[in-house]
């Protein structure tokens, strides 16, 4: 995405005296101006390497606004909710690194509005076309309140809506301009925000059109496509996983789901029902996080042994297939009030050679591979780095 040659209609505004929107949240008129240029090759950098996309809400709905993410955590979203993830769910790897630029500028805009030692690590890119918008809405993924939010604006002008704790509360009408910067307190992202239409075509006075502008929570940073451009730069969600990510043997039956059929649902992703047993239960449920790397392994079939790759892809929910009389996984005795089996979402990343039973056996290093166990029977069962790294070189992976 190369930055356009006239970026607006609308002239850039010169740095002005800070705008008290509330206590806590300011705006910084042009504070961004003078590094505007560089922002963006920056933020086409990082839409090169994960391009834009449109994600769907948990509702199954498309959304408008065009998104994608750099740093150490990216904000995503789809049938299994709303989080932020540091893999890449289009790629299945790590989001790009955050350019040192984007970064500088959320500390130092953070830093003139009084909130000292601002140092982001994930960041969210908007994309914003005619007839986009983003209605009321809170921004409730960040729990680390000690954080500001830093937003940046960047192209033609922009109709940002401030409103209150209550979606009925009246809204505040602000416009934001190319280079502006608003800054506020991470505990307002409980207001109701929302991001006016942008027309379709520029008003009969020859203004510029209103270029929506989002800030959702998390540290993050955004742009649109040539013509338009809006970023915003936020704080580490609490959410963030503070683990390095663990890694596990999951098994399926392939005449119920193999490795091929997982590949082709769509976002190769698909919910692992059918687990009953409590241990392997309370693995999904204490232990496994988003991110997390699988084996796929097929089981109770003629050639045993592991046939891809995957990734944890969801936290855990109850297994509707427990209150499915004509389902082999009904249990009668788990009421829906409190549901005693759980499932989550695995997305196949890649299909391997298959790597057999027999296969393993005969490299020693891997002896201790819960799998080999005599008398190991769990569905899922976790996997030491060391022996991960080994399988994968086995694989052909590494």
């Known amino acids: 995405m190369n930055p356009p040659t006239r970026l607006f209609v609308d002239p850039p505004q010169p740095a002005q005296p800070p705008e008290v929107l509330e206590p806590g949240a300011l705006?910084?008129?042009?504070?961004?101006?003078?590094?505007?240029?560089?922002?963006?090759?920056?933020?086409?950098?990082v839409a090169a390497q994960a391009p834009l996309r449109h994600l769907v809400t948990p509702g199954g709905l498309g959304m408008s606004v065009a998104m994608t993410n750099c740093g150490a955590l990216g904000w995503v979203s789809d049938r299994s909710g709303y989080r932020y993830d540091p893999i890449d769910p289009d790629s299945g790897q790590p989001w790009p690194a955050m350019p040192a630029r984007l970064r500088q500028l959320a500390g130092d805009a953070a830093q003139a509005a009084g909130y000292p030692g601002f140092v982001p690590d994930a960041c969210l890119v908007n994309r914003y076309a005619p007839g986009t918008r983003l209605s009321l809405h809170q921004d409730r993924d960040e729990g680390n309140y000690a954080h500001p939010i830093v937003s940046v604006s960047l192209g033609i002008a922009a109709m940002f809506l401030w409103g209150g704790a209550q979606r009925a509360d009246k809204a505040r009408r602000m416009a934001l301009m190319h280079g502006d910067v608003v800054v506020w307190a991470a505990r307002r992202g409980c207001v109701f925000m929302a991001c006016c239409p942008c027309p379709m075509a520029p008003p009969a006075d020859g203004r510029a059109p209103y270029q929506p502008h989002v800030s959702q929570g998390g540290l993050r940073a955004g742009a649109t496509a040539p013509g338009f451009a809006t970023m915003a730069a936020m704080t580490p969600p609490p959410t963030a996983p503070a683990r390095a990510p663990r890694y596990w043997l999951m098994k399926s039956e392939p005449d119920e789901c193999s490795i091929d059929d997982a590949l082709a649902a769509p976002g190769a992703t698909?919910?692992?029902?059918?687990?009953?047993?409590?241990?392997?239960?309370?693995?999904?449920?204490?232990?496994?996080?988003?991110?997390?790397?699988?084996?796929?392994?097929?089981?109770?079939?003629?050639?045993?042994?592991?046939?891809?790759?995957?990734?944890?892809?969801?936290?855990t929910r109850p297994d509707p297939t427990q209150f499915d009389p004509a389902s082999p996984y009904h249990d009668p005795k788990s009421p829906p009030e409190q549901p005693r089996w759980l499932l989550l979402d695995v997305q196949a990343l890649r299909k391997t050679r298959l790597l057999p039973l027999p296969e393993l056996r005969s490299h020693p290093e891997l002896a201790d591979l819960r799998v080999l166990q005599k008398g190991s029977r769990l569905s899922i069962t976790p996997v030491d780095a060391a022996h991960w790294h080994r399988i994968v070189a086995l694989l052909g992976e590494g």
């Open 27 to 45: 705006v910084l008129r042009g504070f961004a101006l003078d590094q505007a240029a560089d922002l963006l090759r920056a933020v086409g950098q």
């Open 270 to 315: 698909v919910p692992w029902t059918g687990v009953r047993n409590y241990q392997a239960r309370n693995f999904m449920r204490d232990d496994m996080q988003v991110g997390d790397g699988v084996l796929f392994y097929h089981s109770s079939c003629a050639e045993p042994g592991i046939a891809g790759i995957a990734r944890v892809a969801s936290g």
